[in-house]
Nanobody, 129 residues
Framework: QVQLVESGGGLVQAGGSLRLSCAAS????????TGWFRQAPGKEREFVGA?????????YYADSVKGRFTISRDNAKNTVYLQMNSLKPEDTAVYYC?????????????????????WGQGTQVTVSS
């Protein structure tokens, strides 16, 4: 079992920044990759970005956030971060982190929410215009 807890959400003006954290506990040594997703009211949960839990490898981002959002990790703290800059009102959503426990390669794998085994409870991000 893996437990994921997101934090860092809040209200920010357009153009501002927030950093979300996702703290993992439990069988963290078995995590292969972690993803960030978001869900706005009335919309499907959508991929934001993803990174391998440890070791090398690329990180992946949705086109809508590329160049504005950055994912990083601190394995010593079992925490993954989502740095969000130049926020827009359309970034308003509940943000979730998720853990994938088996091999994943390429954008097509990481962007698929059904590939993930564990999810956090989400943290609200609201961007005002």
């Amino acid at each position: 079992q893996v437990q994921l807890v997101e934090s860092g959400g809040g209200l920010v003006q357009a153009g501002g920044s927030l950093r979300l954290s996702c703290a993992a506990s439990g069988r963290t040594f078995s995590i292969y990759g972690t993803g960030w997703f978001r869900q706005a009211p009335g919309k499907e949960r959508e991929f934001v970005g993803a990174i391998r839990w440890s070791g090398g490898g690329a990180d992946y981002y949705a086109d809508s956030v590329k160049g504005r959002f950055t994912i990083s990790r601190d394995n010593a703290k079992n925490t993954v971060y989502l740095q969000m800059n130049s926020l827009k009102p359309e970034d308003t959503a509940v943000y979730y982190c998720a853990a994938k426990m088996d091999y994943c390669s390429g954008y097509g794998c990481y962007e698929n929410r059904y590939q993930y085994h564990y999810w956090g409870q989400g943290t609200q991000v609201t961007v005002s215009s």
